[in-house]
């Protein structure tokens, strides 16, 4: 069994009221396991709000409050994985990791992130973790003869793939052998919310290796007079790359075929925000990069945009690999 030590968090950037990045340095006298990009571990707390399952009317599992005999929710350890989104080079160098964690908001407050976005200090609070990081999402894994990786992430998805790009990013300075070709499709709901994008847009334009990012918001507000961010969900995004529409106007193309009931999916498509690219991504050079037989897609994020990504991207003869949460 691998040790569960106390970290401290040295650092703490709030991106939004549900979403902060966050940096790790190791209990006192030990360092962090090597790793490999795209890898993980797992954080643990003790004061968690427990849930107990219960099986719902429909037969599926509810998860109600674990309550003691005064009537109060108990409270105790819970230990979940979360994606490295630091690089090895930054974690072998400056002693400590990164994560971007998301306040999970499904049917109440999740048990783990409710406890974490409540710490009080946060920064130089200590948080428990598991010494051992684990997990077959990377590049050694997954690439194989594939010369074009294209990475699409949605919201906390980009952990993973930011931990890859730092990294190839740095071997290239280095001169080291890293993928011929990346494409980053990132997407989030806020400008605040793309996390990391400055640093990626900043990877791009050095040009130390073929990478193109192309970031996306799917609620635009007046900040898109940057222009540097495009328009849209990360699905929506690769739709328009290959040349389909959205999803949103491909389900109700579908209702109406089948003489389905399309009033809500009407609604769905008129508020989708069509996909747009960045200022300065070229349609056509992106496409130019798409080709099926050498590009193998590696996908992060909301279940619901990386299964049409899924979809779309194998029906055109993509290999997909996934990190599923
Ligand atoms: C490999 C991997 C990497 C990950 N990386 C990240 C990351 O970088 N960033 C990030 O934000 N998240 C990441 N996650 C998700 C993360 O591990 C947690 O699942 C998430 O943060 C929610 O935890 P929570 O305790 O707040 O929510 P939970 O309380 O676990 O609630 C989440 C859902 O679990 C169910 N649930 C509730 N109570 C219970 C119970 N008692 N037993 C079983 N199920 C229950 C409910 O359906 C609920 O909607 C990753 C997951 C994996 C597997």
Known sequence: MPDIRAGTITSWRQLSPVLARF??????????????????????????????????????????????ETGRQRRGPVTHAYSLASAPFQTERDSHVEFLVVLEMASSLGRF????????????GLMQYVERIVGDFTLSRRVHEATHVLMVATGTGIAPLV????????????????????????ANRTWPELAFHNELDAIAAAGRFDFVYVPSVSRPGDEQARETVGRGRANNV????????????????????????????????ARAVPPQLPA???????RARLRPG????????????????????????????QEKW
Do not use: N, W
Not at 113 to 124: A, H, I, K, N, Y
Not at 280 to 286: F, H, K, S, T
């Open 294 to 321: 050498s590009t193998v897609v590696m996908i992060c994020g909301g279940a619901a945009p990386m299964a049409d990504v899924r979809q779309v991207a194998e029906s055109r003869g993509y290999r997909v690999e």
């Open 23 to 68: 940096r790790l340095a190791p209990e006192g006298g030990h360092r962090f396991p090597a790793y490999e990009a795209g890898q993980y571990l797992a954080l643990r707390r003790d004061d968690c709000r427990l849930t107990r399952r219960v099986a719902g009317p429909d037969g599926r599992p509810r998860y109600l409050p674990e309550l003691d």
């Open 280 to 286: 300065g991504v070229e349609l056509a050079a992106l």
């Open 113 to 124: 992130t409710e406890s974490l976005f409540d710490m009080e200090p946060r920064q130089g």
């Open 238 to 269: 690769l739709r328009l790359a290959l040349g389909l529409p959205m999803a949103e106007e491909a389900a109700l193309d579908r209702a109406r075929a089948t003489g389905e009931d399309t009033t809500d999916l009407e609604v769905a498509a």
């Open 163 to 186: 931990s890859m790009v730092r990294q190839v990013d740095h071997d290239a300075s280095k001169g080291r052998p890293v993928p011929p070709q990346v494409t980053l499709l990132y």
